[in-house]
């Protein structure tokens, strides 16, 4: 069956193909990174008119990669929550009424699961069970994952998401929206043990996290530089080397953490997704866990993708609905998929 696969939870459009039979065939992605950089962030409204003038040409695109008709659309897939209401709202819609127009069922997907689910998008595919760890602007949790649909939170961050924490530190140094990247890669060039931030949570004897400390230490830091040297601006050494040792803070919780679960589920099977998931550091250090199997998603889908959607569509057929009213989560728990559990007693997905 041929699934068509719609993202539009926040600032990327997304659209792919999937074939039961011959996988992945085709994807495009459309960021909407330049728009919202001149204000600093996310403006809802903006990606939502954005995602409106762009599903209908992206899926156009990936249907004349492969030589097929809408007409050859098996079933729709599309990016039920969570997310921004509006953005999701622009897919949902575009999603049934295509569904509705063809006649083809409509699959809600959980914005979460598709990225669980992506690392089995790639040449080299993790078996069931493994833990997950979901990292990205929202989200930073450890799942112990046994099959589709069966999902066990194991803990997960209090406060900022880790890419949260990258991007809100980057906007305090003064680098441009979104920082995160670039402040990874500022990383590279700056000195170790010239600064000593904490490691949040390290031994809270727990698999839960938490960031908003590390970048208050960071603010700390820049505040304490900029009133003894009497100057507003950090010099680009001092940058680089702030941005080294918050990333190593960052590194050592989530490879911490990420041993702790290995251990404590007796698994030796890791699979990283979101796109804080891209980081050089955070790959370097878990793929040096001793005794065990690190994945990844391919870098091209480690941010929203309509990709993982059309997959996770597919692995979930079985729900399909018939394309008449549609609705949107912008807040979904993810233990609302039947099968999932919860080791903790926190929401998953909120």
Known sequence: MLVLGIESSCDETGAALYDTDAGLLAHELHTQMAMHAEYGGVVPELASRDHIRRLLPLTRACLHKVNKGMS????????????????????ASFAASLAFALGKPLIG???????????LLGDDKPEFPFVALLVSGGHTQFMAVRGIGDYELLGESVDDAAGEAF???AKLLGLPYPGGAKLSELAKQGKPDVFS???PMLHSGDLNMSFSGLKTAVLTAVNRIQAEAGNAVLSEQTRNDICREFQEAVVAVLSQKARAALAQTGLNRLVVAGGVGANWR???????IKG???YFPPLALCTDNGAMIAFAGAMNLAKAQSAGAFNVKPRWPLSDIVGTTSATGLPLGV
């Not at 050859?72 to 897919?91: F, M, N, S, V």
């Not at 997907?109 to 992506?118: C, K, R």
């Open 72 to 91: 050859e659309i098996d079933a729709i897939a599309y990016t039920q929550g969570p997310g921004l209401g509006g953005a999701l709202l622009a897919g």
């Open 109 to 119: 997907v959980h914005h979460l699961e598709g990225h669980l689910l992506s690392p």
């Open 167 to 169: 991007d809100k530190t």
């Open 197 to 199: 931030f904490p490691r």
């Open 282 to 288: 955070l790959r370097q250090a878990l793929n040096h």
């Open 292 to 294: 065990v199997r690190t």
